[in-house]
């Protein structure tokens, strides 16, 4: 079976975020999953967008697939490191601040038709 990655480490958006968009083109075609994510609306979106373009690439080059063949196989959103502030409070306190980060895995497959 045929099928490609593509990874985008360190991207600054919070995981769970992320994961509205990747439940949009779990499972879909290559080019529907496109247009939901150029339409979503979501900023995870066009995130997403460009690791599924790199991974169709992938497919193209290493495998000689055509993007009208492949399939969403999986995606996957992992919790990356957490940037760590600290935001003032009264009588001298801190408020943490956690600015979260994202590993996407994007892997598509040639259809089974």
């Known amino acids: 079976m ?5 990874l985008s480490k360190y991207i600054r958006i919070s995981p769970r ?7 949009l083109i779990r499972g ?6 496109l247009v939901q994510l150029q ?14 373009d790199s991974a169709v690439a992938n497919a193209e080059s290493q495998h000689d697939l055509r993007r009208e063949q492949l399939k969403v196989a999986e995606v996957r959103i992992d919790a990356g490191p957490i940037i760590k502030r600290a935001k003032p409070k009264n009588r001298g306190g801190r408020h943490p601040i956690m600015k979260r980060t994202s590993h996407f895995t994007v892997v598509v497959s040639a259809d089974k038709e």
């Open 28 to 33: 879909k075609s290559v080019p529907d999953a």
């Open 39 to 52: 339409f979503s609306g979501l900023r995870a979106g066009r995130l997403l967008k460009k690791t599924l």
């Open 17 to 23: 975020k992320a994961r509205l968009a990747a439940g």
């Open 2 to 6: 045929n099928y490609a990655k593509a």
